[in-house]
């Protein structure tokens, strides 16, 4: 192990991929890289991208890290989202940019699975990006595929959350009036190359308008990802909000947020663990089914398990 974590911390990538492995497979000796290497972490900023299925996440991600690469910072990504060409190993967008970018050594792409077929984060992403930080990435994108509360959870990962709409959906309008506008950092609006933009930002803006005031107005900004275009002024807007964070406190209150968030789901799973440890499968199947036959009340049956292990 200790062989390992020196290579990793002499910046091997092999070393890095290797670890993540071992993360992802969530096993003791696992655990035991996250101990060692998680002092070395807290220096990142990440950033999640999050917005409907083809809306442009994965192009954006690869465009957004580009940018960064002019600006000479070393970027991690981490794909969550099934369907990302990142996954398939496939090109994005403008394919000689993005060839650049799988051979560039300041770049580090890892596809997760999500958790199930129903969304929402893959468990040990936020292992995983703890990882890509104490390995002294500057940026780490975080795209996620929003299904959902997917978009709360990232928001939980990221200390800046940039969500993406296109113009001509309508979609969009629905999905931000039910608050997920609330933990949008820095609104997109992508595809700008297609009709409808400006009216997109303009009925956004509108929607800002009503926040309550005193609070930040996330700003609006437009961009063609597959051009790469508005991904100076996106850059720059990362960084404000960065700033923001530092000097109102709030990077604190967001490191503080993440801590609770990330203790608390490894509790869950732990003592998830311990329940199902104790409690054989075929009695788990026969309290399941006297439920699905509403002879027994799910929060009674629930309490039944817990007690298995209090
Ligand atoms: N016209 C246009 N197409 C785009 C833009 N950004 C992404 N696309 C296309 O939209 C489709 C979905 O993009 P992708 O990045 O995979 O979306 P994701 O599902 O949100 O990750 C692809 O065909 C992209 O080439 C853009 O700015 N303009
Ligand atoms: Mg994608």
Not at 273 to 302: C, F, G, M, N, W
């Amino acid at each position: 192990m200790d062989d390992l974590v020196g290579r990793f911390l002499n910046g091997e990538r092999r070393a890095l991929a290797r670890i993540i492995s071992r993360v992802e497979n969530e096993t003791a000796e696992g655990r035991e890289y996250l101990r060692a290497l998680f002092p070395h972490s807290g220096k990142t900023h990440t950033v999640g991208i999050t917005g409907g299925p083809g809306s442009g996440k994965s192009t954006l991600t690869g465009a957004l890290a580009a940018e960064y690469r002019r600006r000479g910072k070393r970027v991690g990504i981490v794909a969550v989202d099934p369907s990302s060409p990142f996954s398939q190993g496939a090109i994005l967008g403008d394919r000689i940019r993005m060839q650049d970018l799988a051979l560039d050594e300041g770049v580090y792409v890892r596809s997760m699975a999500s958790r199930g077929a129903l969304g929402g984060l893959a468990p040990t992403i936020d292992d995983v990006v703890s990882i890509m930080d104490a390995f002294g990435f500057d940026y780490v994108l975080i795209e996620t595929v929003g299904a959902g509360q997917d978009e709360v959870e990232i928001a939980g990962t990221a200390l800046t959350t940039i969500l993406v709409n296109n113009p001509g959906t309508g979609d969009d309008i629905q999905a931000l009036k039910a608050g997920i506008i609330e933990i949008a950092d820095i609104l997109v609006v992508n595809k700008a190359d297609h009709p409808g933009a400006d009216l997109l930002v303009s009925q956004l803006q509108a929607l800002l308008s009503l926040a309550p005031a005193g609070a930040r107005r996330p700003p609006i900004l437009k961009t063609t990802a597959i051009k790469g275009e508005g991904l100076e002024k996106l850059a720059g807007s990362i960084v404000a909000h960065r700033e923001h964070l530092v000097s109102s406190g709030g990077l604190d209150r967001a490191r503080a947020i993440d801590a609770r968030h990330q203790v608390l789901a490894i509790a869950r799973a732990i003592l998830l663990e311990k329940i199902r440890r104790s409690y054989p499968e075929a009695e788990l199947e026969a309290l399941v089914q006297r439920v699905a036959a509403r002879e027994l009340d799910p929060h009674t049956a629930a309490e039944e398990l817990a007690g298995a292990v209090s």
